[in-house]
């Protein structure tokens, strides 16, 4: 019945229309006839032909206001929308019909782009009291362009309800463009944009069973579907729609999109770029896809777009703030930050570049300006974003205890099995590698994510990721070969080169290290605020001096004078013209990445500089200042932390790492270092044992001794540490073959004063038992101890003052008599670079039994090679002068005592050439880690008395699980007059 009467329909319409057109063509020509026409041809669908007619009608009677208002109507529905406007305003100006203008006119600004105009239009129909359906639907659809999906939920509501039941009809309700269906569909969307995704995939699931071919709707339920966690479902549909609209772009780039969720990023990709060949490329679909390539951390090509298409963009604004976030992303943080500051320069209420500044902060861990920056965002609007950033902030405040998670076994063990079965799934994969390498398994965490790299050639996260591992698995050649690679292929990207630059300073590769800094201070800031503001040299006499302090000839770094003239212009803004200083400002703004760029990459650059070149506290002074804009800068963190361990600082290093895990819970290195600080903290065990020999000249130097020593150490606070020690001494003298035996005790302190000065001091008392000799031959016990305190001067020169009071003792007369040697001492020590340090030592002693030494020596030490194998050259000279020589006195040719009997040299001088051989074998070669390292010095040497020598001296440390270390050494010395060895050993444990 129904398809009958279709027919007959179509048979009438053309038969009107030929009716119609013989009158035309008889000259019987009316307006109302074209009209006819016209509303004949709209309902053919024929939309282009009816507004010929329209226009026609319009022309043989313009004073018709109905005709005009067709004419309108006709106009917008063709996309003429200023046209049709024109017309509707005129219709206006005679208040015809106000309710259907101001209708049409919201319709006309909402479907050329601006919802914003068009709400109002819609808005003052409903209060002059018409409330069509068509209006509801129309102002709903404009809501929700805005985002206003409550409301716009609101006018769906009132729009069905205007409908009423006779819309529900069957037929109305299989018909996709009448308007019941339209009021579903757009409901269901919005309930999708709200994130209502139980609401939304019931209504999208029900519109969908009606309407399978829908394709807007096909996509937000999987969308939706996605979201709900039934990513296959989302999928099985899209695959489904596309059997059949194979070449469907829109399709392609929704399953691309879903394979984002999957993890097989490949698959995003390819798709994408299969979408990309079938769709006539538009600056749109190509942002589109720069936006993926961020979120599979592809950020460089995504950068590379939008930076591209940015300066064509229709909303460059938008482009600006999404490419920042894409920099930030890189860890570009100077050049996004510079970006959003321009933006908001323009746009100071830009509340998205203040959210996505933010953001930035958040990541750069600069807690206090990302909330300050929430809390303005959330002053204009409930931003869902601002507030989580505030709850992020809020958690790292509050997070005060530290989880110390010893394993991360089970987590690994899931993810093995996960990317066993999905190989492809980059997430997983890569999440798995970052584990490993947190646990240090750093050959399984490559292994993984080479074959990542298979799969994804010269992807930036894993291949940055590779390079870092190699870095941190000690592999540097590797890891440098990898860093230019990437430099080859990206040269702009600062992260490249910083990061190489720190791997080649953990490699000991200074030279590279310090080219691979400077690409980035080759050009500097200042030349270029220069060249910016020369024009305006002659505006201004206070700018002219300026602008030539700037480029005069001075040692300050670029980023510091930088600092300097914005400092000026800042008090000086108020002199100059305004038109001067708004030029100021843009430059400034302009150059505030670069300066950012150029402080971070000087900074740290001559920060890890100075601390190879063994000047550790001018490092520190350079680090704080990088800290100061850079809070979060881990690299910079570890290498104070390292500084604090070496100048026993432990309060400073504890505090340092707590900072770093605070910013990277999942350090690879803190968490174990802390621990070993935790476990150096505890009271130390150990034991010691000697044993020596000594001869000389006859038996006037000959003795022998052994002994053990029982020590426990303490820390009594976080910079001063207390030694408690017993000791039992043999000794076996030469002359008149005596036997004794000491008992020692020791009290010692050392603490460090400030990062400057350190002080050591100690006492000794050392009592005799069990003598063989007779009573008037017996050693006297005797008290002795030390005290000595050395400053830094700035790392140029470290200056030591001391005094000890020790026993002077090589044979029996000498422990007999008890000599005591109170010694006065100066040392200076003075690093030429980091290679060659010259040393010199002054000592004045005075001997108990009326005697006077003076000593001066000198050494200088020069490496060959660099850290962890290092060969070492030292030369080392002295001379000693005693005021007076040893006298013997004899009784029928046997001795029986000697006056001073001690050696005794005047004016003698020795030289010595020593080869050192060092290796470090530690597994973690930081300061706060188990030690293993074997030392050997040989040395040959002479003096003014022509007595030519050799000695070796070799030492073996390893500690081990943190609580035991042990060391075994010794030396062995042969000349013509001087003959000696020696072995040591101890062990010791941390309770």
């Known amino acids: 019945m129904k398809k009958s009467f279709q027919i007959y329909l179509t048979i009438f319409v053309i038969l009107a229309n030929l009716c119609i057109c013989n009158e035309i063509s008889a000259g019987n020509t009316a307006s109302e006839d074209y009209h006819h026409l016209a509303m004949i041809e709209l309902q053919e669908s024929r939309a282009e032909e009816a507004l010929e007619y329209f226009k026609k009608s319009f022309a043989a009677d313009p004073q018709n206001a109905e005709y005009r208002l067709w004419l309108a109507r006709s106009l917008i529905w063709n996309r003429f929308y200023n046209e049709g406007i024109g017309h509707l305003r005129h219709l206006q100006s005679q208040n015809y019909k106000p309710g259907d203008v101001l209708l049409l006119k919201g319709q006309a600004s909402f479907w050329s782009g601006n919802p914003s105009l068009a709400l109002p239009e819609l808005d003052q129909a409903i209060e002059q009291g018409f409330d069509s359906a068509e209006l509801f639907l129309t102002r709903g659809e404009v809501l929700i362009a805005l985002a206003s999906f409550s409301q716009a939920l609101a006018a769906f509501a009132k729009a069905e309800q205007k409908l009423g039941d006779d819309a529900k009809t069957p037929d109305l309700l299989k018909d996709i463009n009448s308007s019941i269906n339209k009021i579903f569909k757009n409901r269901a969307l919005c309930h999708s944009y709200m994130a209502d995704d139980t609401e939304a995939e019931t209504e999208l699931r029900a519109f969908n069973a009606r309407f399978p071919e829908e394709l807007d709707v096909i996509i937000e339920l999987s969308r939706v579907l996605r979201r709900n966690g039934k990513l296959e479902q989302a999928l099985s549909l899209l695959q489904e729609s596309l059997t059949k609209l194979p070449e469907n772009s829109a399709l392609l780039f929704e399953i691309a999109d879903s394979h984002i969720k999957t993890g097989q990023w490949h698959q995003t990709r390819n798709f994408y770029e299969r979408g990309i060949e079938l769709a006539s490329v538009t600056a749109e679909i190509e942002l589109r896809w720069a936006n993926r390539l961020a979120q599979i951390r592809n950020f460089p090509q995504a950068a590379e777009i939008m930076q591209r298409l940015l300066p064509d963009a229709a909303g460059k604004t938008g482009v600006k703030i999404e490419l920042a976030w894409t920099f930030a992303s890189m860890e570009r943080y100077e050049e996004a930050e510079g970006m959003l500051l321009a933006v908001l320069a323009d746009e100071p209420a830009n509340q998205q570049a203040k959210l996505t500044l933010a953001r930035i902060k958040l990541l750069e861990k600069k807690y206090d300006e990302a909330r300050e920056l929430s809390l303005q965002v959330l002053q204009h609007s409930e931003s869902s974003d601002a507030k989580q950033i505030l709850r992020e902030v809020e958690a790292f405040y509050q997070n005060l205890s530290l989880d110390y998670r010893e394993s991360r076994h089970e987590r690994i063990a899931e993810l093995e099995l996960r990317v066993d079965k999905e190989p492809e799934n980059f997430p997983a994969v890569f999440e798995l590698v970052q584990e490993l390498a947190n646990q240090k398994q750093f050959d399984r965490a490559l292994c993984h994510l080479n074959r990542l790299l298979c799969i994804y050639p010269r ?222 903290e505890r009271p130390l065990l150990r034991f010691r044992y000697h044993s020596q020999q000594e001869k000389g000249r006859g038996t006037l130097a000959t003795m022998r001794m052994h002994g053990s020593r029982l020590e426990a150490l303490a820390y009594l606070n976080s910079r001063w540490r207390a030694t408690i020690a017993g000791s039992t001494r043999y000794y076996r003298p030469g002359i008149w073959q005596g036997r004794f035996r000491s008992f020692e005790s020791e009290l010692s302190l050392a603490g460090v004063l400030s990062a400057s000065t350190r002080l050591n001091a100690g006492l000794r008392d050392n009592r005799f038992v069990a003598n063989r000799m007779p009573q008037q031959l017996s050693p006297r016990s005797r008290s002795s101890g030390f005290i000595d305190l050395t400053h830094s001067f700035n790392d140029r020169l470290e200056l030591t003052l001391g005094f000890s009071r020790s026993e002077a003792y090589s044979n029996d007369v000498a422990l007999r008599d008890g000599i005591m040697l109170d010694n006065s001492f100066i040392a200076v020590k003075y690093p030429f670079s980091r290679k060659f340090v010259l040393g010199a030592k002054l000592e004045d002693g005075r001997y108990s039994d009326a005697n006077r030494l003076r000593v001066f020596s000198l050494n200088a030490q020069y490496d060959l090679t660099e850290f962890p194998e290092i060969f070492r050259l030292i030369l080392s000279g002295e001379r000693r002068h005693t005021e007076h020589t040893s006298r013997y006195a004899f009784l029928n040719g046997n001795l029986i005592d000697i006056r001073h009997p001690y050696w005794t040299p005047q004016n003698y001088r020795g030289h010595n050439l020593a080869l050192q051989y060092y290796r470090d074998m530690s597994k973690i070669r930081i300061g706060r880690a188990d030690k293993h390292y074997f030392s050997a010095i040989v040395s040959l040497g002479n003096d003014s008395i022509d007595n030519p020598g050799r000695r070796l001296d070799w030492q073996w440390h390893l500690d081990w699980n943190n609580r035991w270390e042990a060391e075994l050494g010794g030396y062995w010395h042969d000349s013509d007059d001087w003959k000696s060895h020696r072995l040591n050993f101890y062990i010791g444990y941390r309770l």
């Open 459 to 680: 992807h930036y996260a894993a291949w940055l990721m590779r390079a870092r591992i190699l870095g941190w698995s000690q592999n540097f050649c590797c890891s440098l070969c990898n860093y230019e690679a990437m430099t080859c292929h990206d040269p702009e990207n600062p992260v490249y080169y910083r990061e190489a630059g720190r791997t080649a300073f953990w490699a000991n590769e200074i030279k590279l290290a310090l080219e691979l800094y400077q690409k980035f201070l080759e050009n500097p800031v200042y030349n270029r605020l220069h060249a910016a503001l020369a024009p305006h040299n002659a505006e201004s006499k206070n700018l002219s001096d300026e602008l030539e302090k700037l480029i005069r000839t001075s040692q300050k770094p670029a980023y510091q004078r930088f600092e300097e003239f914005a400092h000026w212009f800042a008090n000086a803004r108020t002199q100059l013209e305004p038109g001067i200083a708004c030029e100021i400002d843009e430059v400034l703004r302009a150059l505030h990445s670069s300066w950012l760029l150029q402080r971070h990459f000087y900074l740290e650059s001559q920060g890890k500089l100075l601390n190879q070149q063994r000047k550790p506290r001018r490092a520190l002074n350079t680090f704080n200042r990088l800290i100061e804009t850079e809070p979060a800068n881990l690299e910079v963190l570890f290498d104070r932390s390292q500084i604090f361990c070496s100048l026993g600082m432990l309060d400073n290093e504890r505090n340092t790492y707590n900072r770093i895990l605070r910013y990277a819970p999942d350090h690879n290195l803190i968490r174990d270092a802390l621990k070993k600080l935790d476990d150096d």
